[in-house]
């Protein structure tokens, strides 16, 4: 007669079985008292939470600690006094952040760029009546969203430097939602720079700097941009009354110390003589931090001089000249003559003659003929 077959390979196939069901239970219960204990201790968690009188979460305070002085935490929220800067790119804001900067109860740091762009998000989400409709269903209301948005930006501003007394943010475009920002930040500030369109616009086309939307191929299209960019910024900004300040980059260079004194008593930030010298605070602890990929950083190391103010001229299409009331109606709204080649923007103070002088020794004589002109 044939061998009986072996027991073993029989009883394998129930063996695994077994053993699959038993690791099974064995993760289930693993899974249960570890659930447990995480319960457990969120609970606990909480209850202290609540004891202190702090709520876990949605009160949006929060507490930073740095430096070797671990007993001292920074504590931030959303009613602190923040500061934002913003206009169209090419207008002054990074001048006017590393002024700011030399302060030593300020810190505003570099662009962070993501918060223009979460901005922007924002605005897509609000538009859309489809989409809120949608995001209201799901319970992501407009007060959840805000939460959200106060939590995330103040997350950003306040761990992307150092702490200061005064706060403050530099993206350009984030001042598109001016409105928005001073609702979610109740005790914010802003300081929205202005600059003639016509320079902006030949800074940003011979420095080819590439802004989303602008064709840095054609003066009259970036000028069409600038004027709506600007628009949307400047009825923001007025809308916003006493919490939004409007400077003109031209009368900052040319009377930097008027200027400051104005901008820092808006602020109710005592004055320091270290804004008008921002150029000697740069790299240093507490001073000014500066990109190595920004644009402007070459020229914000320099003081405060009038060598930029009309590089423009004699650069434009004349085309795009002849057209520029039309192009460009804001220009004449801001106070700049559509019509001027070159416009006159006003005498410079002493000091900024002198650090223009020996910053430009061989352009001397020109620069002194743009003074003749201007005034």
């Known amino acids: ?35 447990f204990y995480l319960g457990r201790h969120a609970m606990e968690c909480h209850q202290r939470s609540e004891d202190r009188g702090q709520p876990l979460l ?3 305070h929060a507490t930073l600690r ?12 959303k009613d602190m006094p923040l500061i934002f800067i913003g206009g169209v790119p090419r207008s002054g804001t990074t001048l006017m952040r590393a002024m700011l900067d030399a302060h030593p109860e300020v810190r505003c740091g570099e662009e962070t760029r993501v918060i223009p762009r979460i901005l922007a ?21 407009d007060e959840v969203l805000d939460s959200a948005m106060q939590a995330f930006l103040l997350e950003i501003i306040v761990k992307h430097g150092e702490p200061a007394t005064y706060l403050c943010n530099k993206d350009p475009f984030a001042l598109k939602s001016l409105t928005y920002l001073a609702k979610i930040f109740p ?21 080819k700097v590439t802004i989303a ?15 709506r960019a600007i ?9 916003a009354a006493d919490k939004c300040l409007p400077v003109h980059y031209e009368q900052l260079v040319l009377h930097p110390e008027k200027w400051m004194r104005t901008l820092l008593k808006f602020l109710n930030i005592p004055w320091n003589e270290a804004v008008l010298h921002h150029e000697e605070l740069i790299g240093k602890a507490g001073g000014v931090s500066l990109s190595k990929v920004e644009r402007s950083t070459d020229q914000v190391i320099k003081p405060v001089n009038v060598e930029a103010l009309s590089k423009w001229v004699g650069k434009i299409p004349v085309d795009v000249l002849r057209d520029m009331p039309v192009i460009a109606p804001m220009l004449a709204r801001l106070g700049y003559d559509p019509h001027a080649n070159p416009p006159n923007y006003g005498r410079p103070d002493p000091r900024v003659l002198d650090n223009t002088r020996r910053l430009y020794v061989r352009e001397v004589p020109i620069l002194e003929l743009w003074v003749d002109e201007n005034i």
């Open 187 to 207: 005790r914010a500030k802003f300081i929205l720079m202005i600059r003639d369109g016509r320079a902006s616009v030949h800074s940003m086309i011979s420095r």
């Open 66 to 77: 740095t430096g070797n002085n671990l007993s001292s935490p920074f504590v931030y929220n």
């Open 213 to 227: 939307g602008f064709d840095l191929n054609s003066y009259r299209d970036c000028l069409t941009k600038w004027n």
């Open 58 to 60: 949605g009160s949006l």
């Open 231 to 239: 628009e949307t910024m400047y009825t923001q900004c007025l809308e």
């Open 121 to 141: 998000m924002k605005q897509m989400w609000s538009r859309s009546g489809r989409e809120k409709m949608r995001l209201d269903e799901a319970g992501v209301t």
């Open 1 to 35: 007669p044939s061998p009986s077959p072996p027991l073993a390979p029989l009883l394998a196939p129930e063996m695994i079985g077994k053993l699959k069901q038993n690791l099974l239970v064995a993760c289930l219960v693993i899974s249960s008292v570890t659930v």
